[in-house]
């Protein structure tokens, strides 16, 4: 079974400061990577994603990638209560339809 | 231009009975997915259409039913509901980004309790 772990959190920042949530995959093969922020009750909606090894930046948010570690993080900066959510991290494995979630974090930003 | 749309939002049954989610995407896009969500286990995916007239089993399809309609529709049937199917199903629709992988856009959520 190729698995996307995530650390189910909760994981708690003060306003303003950096949040830094992190996922592993276990399939090596996995092509591209995705972020989702999920507010309670809400779907999931895309943050950003990411495909090659590296930083990438959209505003506050940051997506990293290791695939030789099989690891990507996602980091956000300038933290905001706004942003207290679950997030999902998901990987797909061949650029089609083969998407994979983890459990997601839950992310509280306390003001 | 109203994205992914599902009915209904809340849906309770007993046990045994029958329904059908339904879905619709108004982005033109090939590709149609359905997710279950239920507490600490993420998105389960349980069936895809990859285009208009085809479907492919996803990791939990075990009593659970597709019809991709046409290319704007992709309905989920329950023949017959079990307790086990209580969870909230997404519908999400998936276009090529960039030229290079595709993305999904998720609909509002169906919260279907069996009891």
């Known amino acids: 079974q190729k698995e996307v772990e995530q650390n189910s959190g909760p994981l708690s920042v003060p306003e303003g400061a950096i949040a830094s949530l992190n996922c592993t995959y276990s399939d090596r093969g996995s092509q591209s990577f995705f972020w989702y922020r999920q507010y309670s009750g809400k779907s999931p909606e895309l943050i950003m994603f990411?495909?090659?090894?590296g930083d990438k930046e959209d505003g506050r948010f940051t997506a990293q990638l290791n695939k030789a570690s099989q690891y990507v993080s996602l980091l956000i900066r300038d933290s905001q209560p706004s942003d207290s959510a679950t997030y999902l991290c998901a990987v797909n494995q061949d650029y089609g339809q083969n998407f994979v979630f983890g459990p997601g974090t839950r992310l509280s930003v306390l003001p | 231009n109203a994205g992914v749309t599902q009915t209904p939002k809340f849906q309770v049954l007993k046990t045994g009975q029958s329904m059908t989610l339904q879905c619709a995407q108004d982005m033109n896009h090939n590709s149609m997915y359905w997710y279950r969500q239920d507490p600490g286990m993420g998105l389960r995916l349980i069936y895809y259409s990859a285009s208009e007239g085809t479907t492919d089993k996803g990791e939990v399809p075990n009593g659970y039913n597709v019809s991709r309609l046409n290319k704007r529709e992709f309905s989920l049937r329950l023949e017959s509901a079990a307790p086990s199917q209580t969870s909230v199903y997404f519908c999400?629709?998936?276009?090529?980004?960039?030229?290079?992988?595709?993305?999904?856009?998720f609909g509002p959520g169906t919260r279907l309790t069996v009891l």
């Open positions: 990411i495909y090659s090894n």
């Open positions: 999400a629709s998936s276009a090529r980004t960039s030229g290079f992988t595709d993305t999904q856009y």
